[in-house]
């Protein structure tokens, strides 16, 4: 419940505030990134970057082959999920209606409320906070499906590396988005835990909005 507001089923309404392709999509990215990073940190351990490596118990696929089998299997999850989210979020105007407008004066302004406790979060709207955080996620993991490509298949995607620092450019631009991308999922679902009636509605799509 939100502080000195009435949600009583009598005094709100029920709107929809994540359309289906939105709770398809995220929920089927959600599986994705797991397999993805899980299975990432298994190909990372046989020829690690730095000098740690993950412990295997938190690691999918068993060894190296199995592993990267995991991995191309769920990037095709991710990059097809990923297009279709993208197209909907552009052509249906949920990107321009949801995420922006996005000001450097209310990001400003949402970072003192948060800092304050007090960021508001009112039904069926991001704050800008919020919106910053999406749109980074956003542009994190095709960050890090260009990177994988380049990875993948260096030749192939020469030009694509230059931009990268070439193929060791690219792995270490893999790996930095992988961590950004954990640190987006660890941060969001404190987020989730601290205001949990946002959890239902990712699923139903529906919320409860005081009159
Ligand atoms: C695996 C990586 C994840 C990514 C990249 C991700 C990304 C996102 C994005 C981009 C949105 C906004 C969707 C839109 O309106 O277009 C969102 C919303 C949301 N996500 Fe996730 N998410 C992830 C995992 C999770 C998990 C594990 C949970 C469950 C605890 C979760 C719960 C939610 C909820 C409840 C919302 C709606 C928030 C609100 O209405 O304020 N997400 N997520």
Redesign the pocket.
């Known amino acids: 419940m939100v502080r000195g507001v009435d949600e009583s089923p009598s005094s709100c309404t029920l709107i929809m ?2 359309p289906l392709p ?1 709770r398809i999509t ?1 929920w089927v ?2 599986v994705a ?2 397999i993805m990073v899980t299975s990432g940190w298994r190909i990372y351990d046989a020829s690690p970057l730095f000098s740690f490596s993950f412990p295997t118990g938190i690691t999918l696929g068993g060894w190296l082959a199995g592993a990267l089998q995991w991995h191309f299997a769920a990037m095709w999850m991710l990059v097809i999920n990923g297009l279709i ?1 993208l197209a909907y ?1 552009i052509f249906s105007g ?1 990107y321009r209606h ?1 995420f922006l407008p996005l000001s450097f004066n209310s990001l400003l302004q949402s970072f003192a409320d948060a800092v304050h406790g007090r960021l508001s ?1 009112p039904v069926g709207e ?1 704050n800008p906070v ?1 919106r910053l955080a ?1 749109l980074g ?2 542009a994190g ?1 095709i960050v890090v499906v260009l990177s994988g490509l380049v990875v993948w298949k260096p030749t192939q995607f020469q030009t694509l590396g230059a931009l990268m620092g070439d193929y060791p450019g690219a792995r270490l631009v893999h790996f930095l988005c992988m961590a950004a ?1 954990v640190s ?2 660890f941060i ?2 404190v987020m ?1 835990m601290v ?1 949990p009636r ?2 239902i ?2 699923w139903t799509g529906r919320a409860r909005k005081p009159r």
Do not use: D, K, S, W
């Open positions: 505030v994540h939105v995220h990215n959600v990134i797991f989210y979020g949920h949801n979060h991001y919020q999406y996620a956003i993991i991308i987006f999922v969001h679902v989730v205001v946002t959890f509605p990712m």
